[in-house]
């Protein structure tokens, strides 16, 4: 079974832009939750989906957004980048909403000049 | 607050020694807790995972790590460190009946001397 996919795998831009990163999920998995991870604050949550609704988001400005489409694969956005962003984001997937482990994607680099 | 520490940034062992990495959290329910490995450039692996039951857990490439309530924490260990061990491992708690939208600590690194 295919793990995690996430694409690009790097990703270079400049303040101001905006991004879209995005995951596909093992399949048969239909939550999809989104971390970031840099070398200050470490592993972050941003948010979770399932069924294509947000269940939890973790303490993120409104520049960063997602969504699930009805495949279960997500994307996640980032808007008005800031020299901050910088950072490895890594997508997870589980199955279902009760006592699941998350499996890790390979993470998205971005790196904002 | 729920949160996770790990008081160790970095810890050496030798080849052939035995490892423990301490863990502790703070989460108000039974927290679901988990170790994760992470080599440099890639994703995270699970390790291992309590939910319930039995305190002690079996994981992968030989890692086991037992629950204490009372002392509030999660602590993996591994009888002897091969070479290829050493990473960052990262104990984290899932925020939720889920055991998702996961608390991280900040990380210990492994190192291995020969």
């Known amino acids: 079974k295919a793990g995690v996919t996430q694409t690009p795998r790097y990703l270079i831009k400049t303040r101001g832009q905006q991004v879209t990163l995005s995951c596909s999920p093992i399949s048969g998995h239909r939550s999809v939750s989104w971390y970031q991870q840099t070398p200050g604050q470490g592993l972050q949550f941003l948010f979770e989906y399932f069924s294509e609704t947000q269940r939890n988001k973790g303490n993120f400005p409104g520049r960063f957004s997602g969504r699930q489409f009805s495949n279960s694969r997500s994307e996640m956005n980032v808007s008005t980048l800031e020299l901050g962003d910088s950072a490895l984001y890594l997508c997870?997937?589980?199955?279902?909403?009760?006592?699941?482990?998350?499996?890790f994607g390979p993470g998205t680099r971005l790196l904002v000049l | 607050a729920q949160s996770v520490t790990q008081p160790d940034i970095h810890i050496t062992v030798s080849e052939g020694a035995s490892l423990e990495l301490r863990c502790n959290y703070s989460?108000?329910?039974?927290?679901?807790l988990f170790w994760y490995v992470q080599s440099p450039g890639q994703g995270l692996q699970l390790l291992l995972k309590y939910f319930s039951g039995d305190t002690l857990v079996q994981g992968i490439k030989g890692f086991e790590a037992e629950f204490k309530r009372s002392q509030s924490s999660f602590n993996l260990r591994k009888p002897s460190v091969h070479w290829s061990d050493a990473a960052e491992y990262f104990c984290?708690?899932?925020?939720?009946?889920?055991?998702?939208?996961?608390?991280f600590g900040k990380g210990t690194t492994l190192s291995v001397s020969s």
């Open positions: 984290a708690v899932g925020a939720n009946q889920a055991g998702t939208a996961l608390i």
């Open positions: 989460y108000g329910a039974t927290p679901y």
């Open positions: 997870a997937s589980s199955r279902g909403v009760f006592e699941e482990t998350q499996y």
